[in-house]
């Protein structure tokens, strides 16, 4: 069955970094590209930033960017989000999900397959 | 940037009854290089992570039961629920995906409940 576990989640104040991470079975992980997407307390779905299978091309939304650095660790079947100069509006549940496709810019772009059940991240001094 | 626009924002059908959200882009989401409309559909239920339904437009997701539709093209798009059961009660998102650079942009969402 395929899982996805994030943890890293918590209470921040505001300017302060944490880490999350997320952790893939059932599945060849390094096969595909994966993402993170988060959900902010009564808002809708934003993505925030995907990863290559490769580590090879790496995108954020301009919301996040020189604040969020994503990475993965094939070898451990593991993605994480640094998140560094945390603001309130960062409050969301942060889901790790993963792509139908290995590449951010292919042409088999079909969605995201499956999903963590998130890491709430709340900023608040 | 690509904006998503979806109606209504909440919706109400009775049961058995069909259930029609609609997705506007900004900008056409059609890749000339395939024709393929890089639009999916998603279904979120409460305390629940997203679950995709749809992608390319109509394409239904494995295991999707097929009263869920998908249709559209450009920068107009449709979900219908042809007979909306009492465990389709959620929120549903489109979502589209421009290839250069990467872009996934979401609808605002629309919630869905039993009349």
């Known amino acids: 069955e395929m899982q996805l576990v994030e943890s890293g989640g918590g209470l921040v104040p505001p300017g302060r970094s944490l880490r999350l991470s997320c952790v893939a079975s059932?599945?060849?992980?390094?096969?595909?590209?994966v993402h993170w997407v988060r959900r902010a307390p009564g808002k809708g779905l934003e993505w925030v930033s995907g990863?290559?299978?490769?580590?090879?091309?790496?995108r954020y939304a301009d919301s996040v960017k020189g604040r969020f650095t994503i990475s993965r660790d094939n070898a451990q079947n593991s993605l994480f989000l640094q998140m560094n100069s945390l603001r309130a509006e960062d409050t969301a549940l942060y889901y790790c999900?993963?792509?139908?496709?290995?590449?951010?810019?292919?042409?088999?772009?079909?969605?995201?397959?499956?999903w963590g059940q998130g890491a709430l991240v709340t900023v608040s001094s | 940037d690509i904006v998503m626009t979806q109606s209504p924002d909440s919706l109400a059908v009775s049961l058995g009854e069909r259930a029609t959200i609609n997705c506007k882009s900004s900008?056409?989401?059609?890749?000339?290089?395939?024709?393929?409309?890089?639009l999916t559909w998603y279904q979120q239920k409460p305390g629940q992570p997203p679950k995709l339904l749809i992608y390319?437009?109509?394409t239904r997701e494995s295991g999707v039961p097929d009263r869920f539709n998908g249709s559209g093209s450009g920068t107009d798009f449709s979900l219908t629920i042809s007979s909306l059961q009492a465990e389709d009660v959620a929120v549903y998102y489109c979502?589209?995906?421009?290839?250069?650079?990467?872009?996934?942009?979401f609808g605002q969402g629309t919630k869905l409940e039993i009349k």
């Open positions: 999900t993963k792509d139908k496709d290995s590449f951010l810019s292919g042409a088999s772009y079909g969605g995201f397959d499956y």
């Open positions: 059932g599945f060849t992980f390094d096969d595909y590209a």
């Open positions: 990863i290559s299978w490769n580590s090879g091309d790496i």
């Open positions: 900008q056409s989401v059609l890749y000339s290089s395939n024709n393929k409309n890089y």
């Open positions: 390319w437009t109509s």
């Open positions: 979502q589209q995906y421009s290839t250069n650079p990467p872009r996934y942009t």
